[in-house]
DNA sequence: ACCTGAACACCGTTCAAGT
DNA sequence: ACCTGAACACCGTTCAAGT
């Protein structure tokens, strides 16, 4: 459908990398779970199956880098949630755990990958690197809401481990359909956070 | 190792289903992840690899198999964990969470599984009955201690969903590693348990 | 009723060889 | 510096045939 931007395709691809990226984020929205093969990346690359081993070692070192790419996006997204007004710690609670849940619901597969040891392999430290960089910015509001009086002054691990349990766990749960409103209620997910919210403020 | 019951192993193996599920649930505990084949398993078993597709269709349904069987455990730890002490729903929901968090870590993989849809194909239906099963354990402390006046009279399924996203939430992120002692304090998980009890009581 | 052996259509990964 | 083609050692799954 769409025409090649070259005459002929050179042999040599110029940005293969990207290309191989692009697609199995593709992929991975498109089914459930990374299944999705290396072979039918480079068929839809329109390269031999063998030429994503020269900017990949292997399949894991690709998702270990798609799962960086997802931590990345979602601490832009809670980032820009909690920007969005220049609110009370309560406010900017909510609105980056709505963020959060979105995202995991708008990308669910990619979301798992993110959580998956599969995804390690040598690459485990960065990637724990990045997703302590997307918690740091619920910590960071719990630490203001601390500072203004707001919420109790506990342990601010504890607080901060709380947050990101309770919205890890909706969103995986969610994902999993496992907090369907037949099975749970209509609104689960913001009762939840209330809860969660009235055990943090003072 | 061990001598064969028989002297001469036997055609037909005779209970061929139930050393299936057993050598999978050990590959499970072997290793991260669902990734042992069907092949391994009858290699294991002593038995052609096309013998496992007598007793299940495809390892989709092996897995979900796996799965049922995770929730049933699951359901036995919290059910006996409450029943120790005929104590507060207070103590209860703790000894439960515990229960819980300790049935993850001491079988990520597995527990992983429970919750991947994966797993899921033809039978999720079965599988989310055996979840929610498990799920009304939780569900019912939390009725008890709000007719003892100890919670507070929030919908249930707000509450219920709360508690049963923390403790998912706090065995997820501490099978993939991202609650350990240096990155988040030691006892976080004791006290992300302690800013939810304070979300739920009066 | 349950198991085997051969066969099919795939994978991931490697490596010498091409441009 | 980057890509290809053939090759290897696997899979999951099927099916006619054996016991």
């Not at 690359?45 to 020269?54: G, L, Q, R, T, W």
Request: glycine fraction near 8%; hydrophobic fraction near 45%; charged fraction near 25%.
């Amino acid at each position: 459908m769409t025409e090649p931007n070259e005459t002929r395709r050179p042999y040599h691809h110029g940005d293969l990398k990207r290309v191989i990226i692009d697609t199995a984020l593709k992929m991975l929205s498109e089914s459930n779970g990374w299944q999705f093969t290396l072979r039918e990346i480079a068929r839809r690359a329109e390269v031999s199956h063998a030429a994503p081993y020269k900017h990949f070692p292997d399949k894991d070192s690709l998702l270990a880098e798609l799962a960086l790419i997802g931590f990345d996006k979602l601490r832009d997204d809670l980032t820009i949630s909690i920007g969005l007004l220049a609110a009370s710690p309560i406010e900017q609670l909510i609105a980056s755990a709505g963020a959060y849940i979105r995202f995991g619901l708008a990308n669910p597969s990619h979301y798992k990958l993110m959580f998956s040891a599969d995804a390690g392999g040598a690459g485990v430290v960065h990637l724990n690197e990045r997703a302590m960089s997307a918690f740091a910015v619920l910590r960071d509001i719990l630490k203001r809401g601390q500072n203004e009086g707001i919420f109790k002054k506990h342990p601010l691990e504890g607080q901060a481990a709380a947050c990101w349990a309770q919205v890890h766990g909706l969103t995986m749960l969610s994902i999993d359909g496992l907090l369907l409103p037949e099975k749970v209620g209509a609104n689960a997910i913001e009762a939840a956070l209330r809860t969660l919210l009235e055990g943090l403020q003072k």
